[in-house]
């Protein structure tokens, strides 16, 4: 079980108190959610994952604020609940919390159809990593064994009605939702004041998994790297509160790393295809990318390649080398070289702008 850390305070300069909750979402990862008050109605920012202890742990951090900071609160307050992407470790106890607080529910609308049918997304979802699986290279008798591990199964969550989207024209009494795409597709970022809450979009200490686009409209690497660019350009954000890891102070510099991290992997998958002696398939790319990766980790290692190939082809530095194959029998795994007109092209930050 991870180490979980108490319970922490955090004041935006438009007075907003904003208490950090840690949990257990899944085995051997911890998680964060927010209370905050002073911003219209008692809200609380994601949900844990609803497995193991997360809820319960959530539960008695939320009653013990009232006592150790002085608070008129008590969990039954909490009058909303917003999330910043549905994934479930950010969404599977959202039943029994708003059970437990009769809260209405903000989600953005590109991610609401999972809150609110999760078992019918996760059908889709499935079918779309078999097809993924299949195209990636990767031996049908393993293909469900992966499908597994990956845990988007039936009844895993109960689903919930979404009262409101949290799009970027909600009114939330002086919280500003962000549209940050790219980890999900309705991924969302919540300003206030100096603060920024901002789920799984910039971590302290984690470069955030990335999805093909194929997936879903609006995943993918160019809407993350777009996303990055959009908070690097807001002026006097102090602190970003993610949903892992520590705070992140010096948001600007954070956001330059994450570029130049992207950057160093996108080169290298660029590296591999180049020498590769034939066009290698995404499997045969992740192989030599993350090698040793087992399980769970290699499947992330295949989708987090496939995002990043998927990004090289829409930029023009990669191409199927065997498209016609592929057009014709669409269990032919693609593969990949690099273009003729390949050029160096780099994501960090614009130049101009004041890191």
């Keep these: 079980m991870p180490r979980l850390t108490a319970v922490r305070r955090f004041v935006s300069n438009t007075g907003a108190r904003i208490y950090r909750i840690a949990c257990e979402v899944l085995p051997g990862l911890s998680g964060r959610v927010y209370l905050i008050l002073g911003a219209g109605p008692a809200t609380l920012?994601?949900?844990?994952?609803?497995?193991?202890?997360?809820?319960?742990?959530?539960?008695?951090?939320?009653?013990?604020?009232?006592?150790?900071?002085?608070?008129?609160?008590?969990?039954?307050?909490?009058?909303?609940?917003?999330?910043?992407?549905a994934h479930i470790?950010?969404?599977?106890?959202?039943?029994?919390?708003?059970?437990?607080?009769?809260?209405?529910?903000?989600?953005?609308?590109?991610?609401?159809?999972?809150?609110?049918?999760?078992?019918?997304?996760?059908a889709i979802f499935n079918n779309r990593l078999l097809e993924f699986l299949q195209r990636a290279g990767v031996p049908g008798e393993r293909h469900g064994a992966l499908v597994e591990l990956f845990g988007f199964a039936s009844g895993r969550m109960k689903?919930?009605?979404?009262?409101?989207?949290?799009?970027?024209?909600?009114?939330?009494?002086?919280?500003?939702?962000?549209?940050?795409p790219g980890h999900s597709p309705g991924h969302v970022c919540l300003l206030a004041g100096d603060l920024l809450l901002c789920g799984d979009h910039i971590l302290a200490r984690t470069i955030p998994q990335q999805w093909p686009e194929a997936f879903a409209p609006y995943a993918g690497l160019g809407h993350y790297l777009n996303s990055l660019r959009r908070i690097f350009d807001i002026e006097g954000i102090e602190t970003a509160l993610g949903g892992h890891e520590p705070p992140v102070v010096g948001v600007r510099h954070r956001v330059e790393e994450i570029l130049a991290a992207q950057e160093r992997r996108i080169q290298r998958v660029v590296e591999i295809v180049g020498k590769s002696p034939s066009p290698p398939d995404l499997a045969e790319i992740a192989s030599r990318l993350y090698a040793r990766q087992q399980g769970f980790f290699e499947l992330l290692a295949l989708i987090d390649v496939g995002s990043r190939v998927e990004y090289l082809e829409k930029i023009g530095r990669l191409e199927v080398a065997n498209a016609e194959e592929v057009g014709n029998d669409s269990r032919q795994a693609a593969r990949y070289r690099l273009r003729r007109t390949d050029s160096n092209i780099t994501i960090t930050a614009p130049a101009g702008r004041d890191a």
């Design 45 to 85: 920012v994601d949900a844990g994952s609803g497995e193991g202890r997360s809820t319960e742990q959530i539960v008695a951090a939320l009653e013990s604020i009232s006592a150790e900071y002085g608070e008129d609160f008590h969990p039954r307050k909490i009058e909303r609940i917003l999330i910043t992407h």
């Design 89 to 122: 470790d950010h969404i599977g106890g959202l039943a029994e919390l708003v059970g437990r607080t009769g809260a209405q529910v903000g989600v953005h609308s590109l991610d609401a159809p999972v809150v609110s049918d999760w078992d019918g997304q996760a």
């Design 159 to 180: 689903s919930v009605r979404v009262d409101f989207a949290l799009d970027e024209q909600a009114s939330l009494d002086g919280l500003r939702v962000l549209h940050t």
